[in-house]
Every structure is written in structure tokens, then in C-alpha cells.
């Protein structure tokens, strides 16, 4: 079974600041990552995803992640934080022989002007 | 705008009444799966659909609980004898195979009172 742990599960950044989410996985076999965006009274928006192409992914609104192997991580980061990005953020789960993904519990994120 | 609709968005009910729940995705969304989320959680899986075929269910998935998709278009969500446990929002998500892409309705949020 796979699942994800996102550290933290409030995150602070004044804007303009870089962005930092946090998370890292568990999976027997090659994983496929993605990161969620919820906003307030939203559904969720798939703002990236990993499948086993470039470790570094780019997505939407200027967020980027890196899938590490090695740290068995998937870190979700933006160089300068817009009001716009508070908002909670899930990461997910799945491989390529699985039909179940599995979302961390979330990290909301706050812009402070 | 995911293009995936739910109806109704909310719903109260008292408990031991019978619920159901609907998704519409759009026509390419040949996988449809179900969620539950309940505050301060990530989306939880339920169920999944490719088509009309219901091909995997969580075991946390309790006997009250059944899903449909007849034609391989909508879904329905039914939730049988609800008890206060059952209060979360209910999400669907459609996708169109090998993308990984999941979309997100905006949910129903159930109350049982």
C-alpha cells in the first residue's frame, strides 16, 4: 500500500516569500505523485503531478515539485508567495498498477501581506 | 470550472434516513471514483468506476453504502440508515484513463443530524 505525510499542517509565508510544503511518501513500488489545491468552498484543483518522467515538475500559478527517491520526498514549492495561494494543499498517491490514490491530511496555507 | 457537477450540495438529514448522492462528469471522464472528506482530512477513497463496472471498494466502505454508474455517465451515491459518523462532504472525481488527471466536483456536504 502507499501512502503520503505532509508536514505541517499550517504553513506561514509573507508575500513575496518562498513557498515550502512538505511531503514525502511511502510506496514498495515506483510511485505517482501529485499535489491538490482546495480553495475555500472548492473542489479540488490538480496543480501537479509526477509520473515517472522529469523529477522536477512544473505546474500551474508557478508552483514546481521534485520527486527525490532518494529522501523519498515530493516537495511542492514557488518562489514568491501571492495572496491568491492561501489555500489548503494535498498531496496524493498512486502507482501505475493501482486504481486507489491516497491524500495527507493537508496543509493549509496562509499569505501574510 | 472541472466540468464535474454534484447534486445536491448539501444535505441534512436525520439519522436512519436513506441519502443519495449524484456526479455528473463530462463525457470523456471514463473513470469515476468516489471520496469522502471529512474537516481537517485529506479525501478518503471509496469507491471507483472504469465505466459502468464498480471495480474496487474500500474496506472501509460499510454495507450502507452503494454506488452505481449504469450507463457509464452519472453516479449516484447511496448511503442507507445514516448515522452521525456519516456527516463529511462527499466527493466524486472523473478521469479519463492513463492521464492520472483526476477532476474534481465541488462535493456534496451531508449533515446528519
Known amino acids: 500500500a502507499q501512502s503520503v505525510t505532509q508536514l505541517g499542517s499550517h504553513v506561514s509565508v509573507s508575500e513575496g516569500a518562498l513557498v515550502l510544503l512538505r511531503c514525502n511518501y511511502s510506496?514498495?513500488?515506483?510511485?505517482?505523485l501529485f499535489w491538490y489545491v482546495q480553495y475555500p468552498n472548492q473542489g479540488l484543483q490538480l496543480l501537479l503531478k509526477?509520473?515517472?518522467?522529469?523529477?522536477l515538475v512544473k505546474g500551474i500559478n508557478g508552483f514546481e515539485a521534485e520527486f527525490k527517491k532518494s529522501e523519498t520526498s515530493f516537495h511542492l514549492t514557488k518562489p514568491s508567495a501571492h495572496m491568491s495561494d492561501a489555500a489548503e494543499y494535498f498531496c496524493?498517491?498512486?502507482?501505475?498498477?493501482?486504481?486507489?490514490?491516497?491524500f495527507g491530511t493537508g496543509t493549509s496555507l496562509t499569505v501574510i501581506p | 470550472d472541472t466540468g464535474v457537477s454534484q447534486n445536491p450540495r448539501h444535505k441534512i438529514t436525520k439519522r436512519g434516513q436513506n441519502v443519495t448522492f449524484r456526479c455528473d462528469p463530462i463525457?470523456?471522464?471514463?473513470?469515476l471514483y468516489w471520496y469522502r472528506q471529512t474537516l481537517g482530512q485529506g479525501p478518503e477513497f471509496l469507491t471507483y468506476?472504469?465505466?459502468?463496472?464498480?471495480?474496487?471498494k474500500s474496506r472501509l466502505l460499510s454495507d450502507r453504502f452503494s454506488a452505481e454508474r449504469p450507463k457509464g455517465s452519472f453516479s449516484t451515491l447511496e448511503i442507507q440508515r445514516t448515522e452521525q459518523g456519516d456527516s463529511a462532504m462527499y466527493l466524486c472525481?472523473?478521469?479519463?484513463?492513463?492521464?492520472?488527471?483526476?477532476?474534481f466536483g465541488p462535493g456534496t456536504r451531508l449533515t446528519v443530524t
Open positions: 468506476f472504469q465505466n459502468e463496472a464498480q471495480l474496487e
Open positions: 463525457s470523456e471522464h471514463n473513470r
Open positions: 496524493a498517491v498512486t502507482v501505475n498498477t493501482g486504481n486507489q490514490f491516497y
Open positions: 510506496s514498495s513500488v515506483p510511485p505517482y
Open positions: 472525481a472523473g478521469e479519463t484513463s492513463g492521464s492520472y488527471e483526476q477532476y
Open positions: 509526477y509520473t515517472s518522467a522529469a523529477t
